[in-house]
């Protein structure tokens, strides 16, 4: 394990002026090459200690940026046409690089490291990722994912597609049936 003094709060982990211990690989891959923490050695600490009350003010400055920058975009929702099969799964995935790309087009400029996801999105529908805008700031972010402009405004509105196709399919089956029985009779005469 090496210790280390966190820079900035880190998920799980704590609070920025906290020393931690972490393994080897996660200090030496994520934290100190993104600058999230220093190495924990005497000299770092008494550095820290100097300019802990900069460091402090420089985070609450960050904070209230992307404080203000979520109530801007409160309620944000971006739509992603995809091609899909008959059941709603997609061919692929949306990836964060995806969502990140369409958030920025309407105005939220984020990276695809800042966007959230638990899993790959992989079926048609509504679904609300996290945009991780500061490390104590996250903001919800709807993501709509159809196959067409048309079939996406019907999700947003709440619409159920899958009753609109069986019943599309029904009134295909109830025509089919028809014309079978028509060359049923056409065929006896």
Do not use: C, W
């Not at 080897?24 to 891959?29: F, I, L, T």
């Amino acid at each position: 394990m090496i210790d280390v003094i966190l820079m900035q709060r880190v998920d799980k982990l704590g609070q920025m002026g906290e020393q931690v211990s972490v393994r080897p690989g996660y200090a030496r891959n994520f934290l100190l090459p993104q600058g999230k923490a220093i190495r924990a050695s005497k000299a770092n600490l008494e550095r820290f200690e100097k300019e802990r009350v900069q460091l402090e003010a420089q985070n609450l400055k960050r904070k209230a940026e992307a404080e203000r920058v979520a109530e801007r975009m409160d309620g944000l929702t971006v739509v992603l046409i995809r091609q899909a099969g008959e059941a709603g799964g997609l061919y692929g995935s949306v990836s964060a690089r995806d969502i990140a790309d369409k958030a920025t087009e309407a105005g939220l400029t984020v990276t695809r490291n800042q966007i959230i996801l638990e899993q790959p999105i992989k079926t048609l529908g509504l679904t609300t990722v996290r945009v991780e805008l500061h490390p104590e700031v996250l903001l919800p972010l709807v993501v709509n994912v159809a196959r067409s402009p048309e079939e996406a405004e019907k999700q947003a509105r709440g619409e159920d597609l899958r009753a609109e196709q069986q019943a599309e399919d029904e009134s295909l089956e109830a025509e089919l049936a028809a014309e079978l029985s028509e060359l049923g009779a056409a065929s006896e005469q």
